[in-house]
């Protein structure tokens, strides 16, 4: 019995460092490399408490393998663009200034049915109020709704939902393709923003050129176009 309390303790403490190394949050807003290592936790941990011959010390190897190979890949995903869209995916543009973008609907496998119902979780039941709407990777959809349909204390000027463009000092070329700018075109914007790609952490933008910069180790600049 006492052995079996001290596995359990052990246990628990292996999975809460764990999940703190790993430095995520909730379920729903793990990426799929995330929530694949809290599985096969979860299933070392029962092996480990349900073969009482086996050495624990075995199970809680494999477990910090495990974050450490969690914690690699994140951080090749942070430096590499590409092999973080191949892992996680990207986000997808479902419904584009009130159109709903069918071959993307395709693309995700999704119906109409499930996308009233994603509109139904975030508060809006008319799909005639969306301007745009965009599933995250996680599963989540954020919606911007149109002028008409905000609250008057939110109404502005309608423009698109800002797109991330530069993460990390690294250019993400699928939201300026999205946005319908050229490389060379951002490039120039970039200049007359006086800004660095290499320096840039963090940058949206929507189509009415409204920016969002935050350079690295600096704290965040935020420009409106009038």
């Known amino acids: 019995m006492i052995k079996v309390l001290l596995r359990t303790l052990i246990s628990y403490i292996a999975i809460i460092v764990s999940i703190r190394l790993m430095g995520k949050r909730q379920i729903g807003d793990m990426q799929p490399t995330e929530l694949v290592v809290t599985l096969l936790i979860g ?36 430096k590499v663009p590409f092999i973080k869209r191949l892992l996680g995916g990207k986000p997808i543009v479902l419904i584009n200034k009130g159109v709903i973008d069918q071959k993307a609907m395709a693309e995700v496998r999704m119906s109409s049915e499930d996308l009233l119902n994603l509109l139904h979780s975030f508060g809006t039941f008319d799909i005639e109020d969306v301007y745009c709407a965009v ?28 797109l991330l463009v530069v993460s990390n000092g690294k250019l993400i070329t699928t939201s300026i393709k999205y946005l319908g700018l050229k490389k060379q075109d951002f490039m120039l914007l970039l200049k007359n923003k006086k800004a660095n790609l290499k320096d840039i952490y963090f940058m949206t933008l929507d189509s009415g050129g409204n920016t969002v910069i935050i350079n690295k180790t600096q704290t965040p600049k935020k420009e409106n176009v009038q």
Do not use: M, R, Y
């Open 135 to 162: 599933l995250e990777v996680n599963g989540t959809l954020s919606v911007n709704l149109k002028k008409e349909a905000q609250p008057l204390t939110l109404k502005a000027p309608q423009n698109s939902l800002p």
């Open 43 to 78: 299933e070392l941990i029962a092996i480990s408490l349900q073969d009482l011959g086996e050495p624990i010390l075995l199970s809680l190897s494999s477990i910090f393998i495990l974050v450490f190979l969690e914690v690699a890949v994140s951080f090749v995903c942070s």
